[in-house]
Protein backbone atom coordinates (compact mmCIF):
# COMPACT_ATOMS: atom_id res chain seq x y z
CA UNK A 1 0.00 0.00 0.00
CA UNK A 2 1.45 3.44 -0.89
CA UNK A 3 2.12 6.23 1.44
CA UNK A 4 0.34 9.41 1.40
CA UNK A 5 3.10 12.10 0.31
CA UNK A 6 3.13 15.66 1.96
CA UNK A 7 1.10 17.53 -0.83
CA UNK A 8 -1.98 14.61 -0.71
CA UNK A 9 -2.09 15.09 2.77
CA UNK A 10 -2.62 18.70 2.95
CA UNK A 11 -5.00 18.59 0.00
CA UNK A 12 -7.17 16.25 2.34
CA UNK A 13 -6.79 18.77 5.42
CA UNK A 14 -8.15 21.67 3.05
CA UNK A 15 -10.72 19.57 2.14
CA UNK A 16 -11.60 18.97 5.27
CA UNK A 17 -11.11 22.74 6.95
CA UNK A 18 -13.36 23.60 3.67
CA UNK A 19 -16.36 20.85 4.48
CA UNK A 20 -15.96 22.03 8.49
CA UNK A 21 -16.42 25.74 7.77
CA UNK A 22 -19.47 25.21 5.68
CA UNK A 23 -21.22 23.07 8.34
CA UNK A 24 -22.23 26.91 9.51
CA UNK A 25 -24.38 27.16 6.25
CA UNK A 26 -26.51 24.06 7.37
CA UNK A 27 -27.36 24.88 10.79
CA UNK A 28 -24.24 24.20 12.85
CA UNK A 29 -24.21 26.34 16.01
CA UNK A 30 -21.37 28.42 15.09
CA UNK A 31 -19.89 28.60 18.98
CA UNK A 32 -20.00 24.93 18.73
CA UNK A 33 -18.27 24.86 15.46
CA UNK A 34 -15.94 26.90 16.30
CA UNK A 35 -13.76 24.85 18.81
CA UNK A 36 -13.08 22.24 16.12
CA UNK A 37 -12.14 25.01 13.50
CA UNK A 38 -9.64 26.58 15.75
CA UNK A 39 -8.41 23.22 16.89
CA UNK A 40 -7.51 21.55 13.26
CA UNK A 41 -6.24 24.96 11.76
CA UNK A 42 -3.90 25.11 14.39
CA UNK A 43 -2.65 22.12 14.52
CA UNK A 44 -2.91 22.16 10.06
CA UNK A 45 -0.44 25.42 10.22
CA UNK A 46 1.54 24.34 13.12
CA UNK A 47 2.34 21.41 11.33
CA UNK A 48 2.89 22.99 7.69
CA UNK A 49 5.40 25.68 9.39
CA UNK A 50 7.37 22.34 10.74
CA UNK A 51 7.70 20.62 7.57
CA UNK A 52 5.80 22.27 4.78
CA UNK A 53 7.54 25.77 4.82
CA UNK A 54 11.42 24.34 5.59
CA UNK A 55 11.28 22.31 2.36
CA UNK A 56 9.75 25.23 0.33
CA UNK A 57 12.60 27.57 1.78
CA UNK A 58 15.40 24.45 0.97
CA UNK A 59 14.15 23.06 -2.50
CA UNK A 60 11.89 25.58 -4.23
CA UNK A 61 13.27 28.67 -6.10
CA UNK A 62 12.59 31.79 -4.57
CA UNK A 63 10.98 30.00 -1.63
CA UNK A 64 12.04 32.23 1.20
CA UNK A 65 9.26 35.21 -0.63
CA UNK A 66 6.97 31.85 -1.46
CA UNK A 67 7.24 30.93 2.73
CA UNK A 68 7.00 34.25 3.88
CA UNK A 69 3.63 35.57 2.66
CA UNK A 70 2.08 31.85 3.27
CA UNK A 71 3.04 31.71 7.10
CA UNK A 72 2.17 35.63 7.62
CA UNK A 73 -1.25 34.69 6.27
CA UNK A 74 -1.41 32.29 8.78
CA UNK A 75 -0.06 34.43 11.35
CA UNK A 76 -2.99 36.85 10.61
CA UNK A 77 -5.38 33.93 10.81
CA UNK A 78 -3.62 33.05 14.50
CA UNK A 79 -4.52 36.56 15.45
CA UNK A 80 -7.99 36.41 14.78
CA UNK A 81 -8.90 33.06 16.11
CA UNK A 82 -7.37 34.49 19.39
CA UNK A 83 -9.74 37.44 19.00
CA UNK A 84 -12.72 34.82 18.46
CA UNK A 85 -11.88 32.93 21.01
CA UNK A 86 -13.16 36.06 23.41
CA UNK A 87 -16.14 36.57 21.64
CA UNK A 88 -19.51 35.48 22.82
CA UNK A 89 -20.47 32.36 21.60
CA UNK A 90 -23.81 33.57 19.98
CA UNK A 91 -23.08 36.86 19.15
CA UNK A 92 -23.17 38.79 16.09
CA UNK A 93 -19.63 39.73 16.15
CA UNK A 94 -18.98 36.34 16.22
CA UNK A 95 -20.77 35.27 13.41
CA UNK A 96 -19.24 37.78 11.17
CA UNK A 97 -15.74 36.80 12.36
CA UNK A 98 -16.81 33.66 11.47
CA UNK A 99 -17.56 34.36 7.76
CA UNK A 100 -14.24 36.41 7.80
CA UNK A 101 -12.24 33.51 8.41
CA UNK A 102 -14.16 31.33 6.21
CA UNK A 103 -13.18 33.12 3.07
CA UNK A 104 -9.56 34.10 4.74
CA UNK A 105 -9.40 30.36 4.84
CA UNK A 106 -10.31 29.02 1.07
CA UNK A 107 -8.08 32.30 -0.10
CA UNK A 108 -5.17 30.65 1.45
CA UNK A 109 -5.76 27.15 0.92
CA UNK A 110 -6.33 28.53 -3.13
CA UNK A 111 -2.87 30.69 -2.67
CA UNK A 112 -1.26 27.08 -1.69
CA UNK A 113 -2.98 24.60 -3.70
CA UNK A 114 -1.97 27.11 -6.89
CA UNK A 115 1.33 28.78 -6.21
CA UNK A 116 3.10 26.49 -3.37
CA UNK A 117 2.19 22.54 -4.18
CA UNK A 118 3.06 22.70 -7.84
CA UNK A 119 6.38 24.50 -7.39
CA UNK A 120 7.63 22.25 -4.81
CA UNK A 121 6.56 18.88 -6.15
CA UNK A 122 8.49 20.47 -9.52
CA UNK A 123 11.14 20.49 -7.36
CA UNK A 124 11.89 17.39 -5.55
CA UNK A 125 11.45 13.81 -5.68
CA UNK A 126 8.49 11.36 -5.25
CA UNK A 127 9.89 9.70 -2.58
CA UNK A 128 11.40 12.98 -0.60
CA UNK A 129 7.41 14.11 -0.61
CA UNK A 130 6.59 10.66 0.67
CA UNK A 131 9.23 11.35 3.32
CA UNK A 132 7.95 14.75 4.18
CA UNK A 133 4.32 13.16 4.09
CA UNK A 134 5.77 11.28 7.16
CA UNK A 135 6.97 14.06 9.06
CA UNK A 136 3.95 16.28 8.27
CA UNK A 137 1.62 13.35 10.17
CA UNK A 138 4.36 12.97 13.23
CA UNK A 139 4.17 17.16 13.41
CA UNK A 140 0.43 16.92 14.00
CA UNK A 141 0.86 14.24 16.00
CA UNK A 142 2.92 16.36 18.36
CA UNK A 143 5.45 13.94 17.66
CA UNK A 144 7.47 16.46 15.79
CA UNK A 145 6.93 19.37 18.05
CA UNK A 146 9.63 21.53 18.02
CA UNK A 147 11.90 18.57 17.46
CA UNK A 148 11.67 16.60 13.93
CA UNK A 149 10.40 19.63 11.77
CA UNK A 150 10.96 17.97 8.75
CA UNK A 151 14.76 17.50 9.60
CA UNK A 152 15.23 13.64 8.19
CA UNK A 153 14.00 14.57 4.82
CA UNK A 154 15.39 18.07 4.71
CA UNK A 155 18.16 19.15 7.32
CA UNK A 156 16.30 21.52 8.42
CA UNK A 157 17.93 24.65 9.57
CA UNK A 158 16.42 27.29 11.86
CA UNK A 159 15.03 29.99 9.49
CA UNK A 160 14.46 33.30 11.25
CA UNK A 161 11.49 35.15 9.46
CA UNK A 162 12.27 38.61 11.39
CA UNK A 163 8.93 40.61 12.30
CA UNK A 164 6.64 40.46 9.71
CA UNK A 165 4.22 43.61 8.61
CA UNK A 166 0.46 43.20 6.42
CA UNK A 167 0.12 46.83 4.44
CA UNK A 168 -3.83 46.89 4.39
CA UNK A 169 -5.01 49.22 1.82
CA UNK A 170 -6.96 52.56 4.28
CA UNK A 171 -6.23 50.61 7.24
CA UNK A 172 -9.94 49.33 6.49
CA UNK A 173 -11.32 46.50 9.96
CA UNK A 174 -13.67 44.76 9.90
CA UNK A 175 -16.88 44.43 12.83
CA UNK A 176 -15.62 44.65 15.60
CA UNK A 177 -12.80 46.34 15.15
CA UNK A 178 -11.19 43.20 13.75
CA UNK A 179 -9.41 43.05 10.69
CA UNK A 180 -9.92 40.19 7.42
CA UNK A 181 -7.05 38.30 6.97
CA UNK A 182 -5.26 38.24 4.28
CA UNK A 183 -6.26 40.93 2.75
CA UNK A 184 -3.38 43.47 1.13
CA UNK A 185 0.66 42.92 0.68
CA UNK A 186 2.06 41.48 3.12
CA UNK A 187 5.64 42.20 3.51
CA UNK A 188 8.63 41.15 5.70
CA UNK A 189 11.02 43.14 7.44
CA UNK A 190 13.66 40.25 8.00
CA UNK A 191 16.87 40.21 5.59
CA UNK A 192 19.57 38.36 5.85
CA UNK A 193 21.58 40.21 8.40
CA UNK A 194 24.59 39.66 10.56
CA UNK A 195 23.20 37.13 13.57
CA UNK A 196 25.38 39.16 15.38
CA UNK A 197 24.05 42.61 15.14
CA UNK A 198 20.31 40.92 15.32
CA UNK A 199 20.01 41.13 19.42
CA UNK A 200 18.87 44.54 19.12
CA UNK A 201 15.97 44.68 16.67
CA UNK A 202 12.53 44.79 19.03
CA UNK A 203 9.82 42.80 18.56
Known sequence: MSQSDLIELLLKDHKEVEN??????????????????????????NAEEQVLYPAVRRYVDGGDKLADAR????????ELLAQMDKMAPGSA????????????????AQAEESEVFPRLRSAV????LVELGRDFAA???????????????LEQQQDPRGDLLVERPGGATAPGGLVPPYEGRTTSTHEQSDPAAGSDTGG
Open 93 to 108: ELVAAFAMLKKAAAAH
Open 139 to 153: AKSGAGSGSLGGRSA
Open 20 to 45: MLGEADHGTQIGELFTRVRNTLETHE
Open 71 to 78: IAEQDEAA
Open 125 to 128: SGDV
